[in-house]
């Protein structure tokens, strides 16, 4: 029981960490949230993941707006408001409160990628540090 109950508050905590809060058994967006939605196989996914993923949440952007990776098909985090249902991967939806705010679909590269999701922040208001 006891091992139950720290497994139980281990997994809590590291959702906090990573901006995600767990509820009974779902998951709930944090109040900023960058949505990535990505399929297997999907080439450039995978080269955004080699080229930013590896350490985006430790970047400004990333602690301005915490990654969340989710599966085109699903699950979905429960009270999401999209626009509309993504269906090019990777597509980047900015969250905020629970409502679309902004995307980016697909990957242009590194330098545009940060470009553009620079500018999505600031246009939402959202402050990053440098």
């Known amino acids: ?35 990535m939605v990505r399929q297997d196989g999907c080439h450039f996914c995978a080269e955004w993941e080699r080229e930013i993923g590896t350490d985006y949440n430790e970047t400004a952007q990333g602690i301005a707006a915490p990654l969340l990776r989710v599966n085109v ?33 697909g990957y242009p590269g590194p330098q545009e990628f940060r470009g553009e999701l620079g500018e999505l922040l600031s246009s939402r208001g959202i402050a990053v540090s440098r």
């Open 73 to 105: 098909h699903g699950p979905w985090p429960d009270g999401l408001a999209l626009d509309r249902r993504p269906v090019v991967t990777p597509t980047f939806i900015l969250i905020q409160d629970g409502i679309e705010t902004g995307r980016i679909e």
């Open 1 to 35: 029981m006891l091992r139950l109950q720290i497994l139980s508050m281990l997994t809590v905590l590291i959702a906090a960490a990573i901006g995600v809060e767990a509820v009974a058994g779902t998951v709930q967006i944090a109040p900023v949230q960058l949505l």
